[in-house]
């Protein structure tokens, strides 16, 4: 138990279970992961309200007014042949935990949060890595050779750190939404698309966003406002749909923040 909260359980293993054996880090440093993780997420899970996160994420979901970055809506231009995205939605508990899915949705309105919702329902990181670097290129005017130079840096950099972000994972097991909803007997679920089996904490999409952001801002001094909210709302994309509380998504920023010295160590 983490502050009274569930944990998953632990006999059913997830993806990456085994990073800590797999991972490039050294025993030493692997230890000093696990350690700094387990303080920080000791601490949210003790200060978490369940409940409140619930409406945290209820609201989000309802909130209509607040467009996403421009910059989605420059890709959708861009790309109008593919802006209809198949969006799988769980009407109920009883689906959610059978990963059933009940109903199609296609979002094509790429100023709304479903929209990014959905794109990163089945896109993958190194699409996104892809997508976030060439949307940064665009607007800072990169050449082809730096770009893809930098597509290399960039993978690098976010895989070293979604590594540290999956060792959390598997030992803390932080839960989902729909499990605490499950555990509590709810019928209706904030989750619109079946989660992926391991822990929660931290988001492993915010985990890309902000890497890409924060390897980008370090090496060029410079992101502008759109681009900070574009790698922010990859994250957030994923409490549009439910499966991520906000606390995922801030300790992805954590994760990335505090980790981000041992892993421009390893980029050399």
């Known amino acids: 138990m983490l502050g009274g909260f569930i944990k998953k359980d632990e006999n059913k293993l997830g993806v990456w279970e085994n990073v800590a054996d797999t991972t490039i880090f ?6 000093y992961i696990k350690n700094r993780w387990m303080e920080y997420i000791s601490k949210v899970a003790q200060a978490f309200d369940p409940e409140a996160e619930l409406e945290r994420i209820r609201k989000h979901q309802a909130d209509k007014s607040a467009l996403l970055s421009p910059l989605w809506g420059e890709w959708g231009a861009n790309h109008s042949v593919e802006t ?7 009407s109920n508990i009883k689906m959610q935990r059978a990963g059933i899915k009940d109903k199609d ?6 100023k709304e949060r479903g929209f990014a919702g959905a794109l990163m329902c ?28 930098l597509i290399d840096e960039v993978t690098k950099y976010v895989n070293l750190q979604m590594q540290i972000a999956f060792i959390c994972k598997w030992e803390s097991r932080f ?38 952001e924060k390897y980008l801002l370090s090496k060029y001094h410079y992101c ?10 990859v994250g957030t994309a994923r409490i549009t749909v439910g499966i991520h509380w906000f606390t995922d998504h801030e300790a992805a920023s954590w994760n990335v923040e505090n980790f981000h010295n041992l892993v421009m160590s390893y980029m050399k």
């Open 175 to 212: 839960s989902r939404p729909s499990d605490y909803e499950f555990s509590k007997s709810y019928k209706e679920t904030v989750s619109l698309i079946p989660h992926p089996d391991h822990g929660s904490a931290p988001s492993g999409h915010s985990t890309v966003g902000k890497a890409v």
């Open 224 to 233: 502008s406002r759109d681009f900070n909210q574009l790698c922010d709302e």
């Open 26 to 31: 050294n025993q030493d440093e692997v230890r």
């Open 84 to 90: 209809k995205i198949d969006f799988d939605y769980s």
């Open 105 to 110: 949705r296609t979002v094509t309105d790429t």
């Open 122 to 149: 089945c896109d993958t990181p190194e699409r996104t890595i892809s997508f976030l670097v060439a949307c940064f290129c665009d607007a800072q005017d990169i050449g082809i050779g730096e770009r893809l130079n």
